[in-house]
Nanobody, 127 residues
Framework: QVQLVESGGGLVQAGGSLRLSCAISGRSSSLYTLAWFRQAPGKEREFAAASSSGGGRTYYGDSVNDRFTISRDNAKNTVYLHMNSLTPADTAVYYC????????????????????WGQGTQVTVSS
């Protein structure tokens, strides 16, 4: 059983940057497709970014493309979300998600495809 714990959220002004971290424990992060989703109040969970377990493939949601970057450090069992040029529309709870897919380039933007989730970290962007 894998556990995911997010950190790094907070309050930032519009135009600023944040880096979120998700620590993976229980099994090696190298076995997993890892992703970030976000959910604003009253809205559905939205895909932000994903990183495949193999092949170095990344995939981004349209609303964050070119502003957010997902990266992973399997030696530290951690996945990151680097967020730049933040706007108030980026305000949400950000969740880390995982699905075990050893040596795979598969990624997905569907929340239902992932079977492990963290508790989330709040990001608030002020105007």
């Amino acid at each position: 059983q894998v556990q995911l714990v997010e950190s790094g959220g907070g309050l930032v002004q519009a135009g600023g940057s944040l880096r979120l971290s998700c620590a993976i424990s229980g099994r090696s992060s190298s076995l997993y497709t890892l992703a970030w989703f976000r959910q604003a109040p009253g809205k559905e969970r939205e895909f932000a970014a994903a990183s495949s377990s193999g092949g170095g493939r990344t995939y981004y949601g349209d609303s964050v493309n070119d502003r957010f970057t997902i990266s992973r450090d399997n030696a530290k069992n951690t996945v990151y979300l680097h967020m730049n040029s933040l706007t108030p529309a980026d305000t949400a709870v950000y969740y880390c998600a995982a699905r075990i897919t050893p040596c795979s380039t598969t990624v997905s933007s569907s929340p239902s495809w992932y079977n492990s989730w963290g508790q989330g970290t709040q990001v608030t962007v002020s105007s």
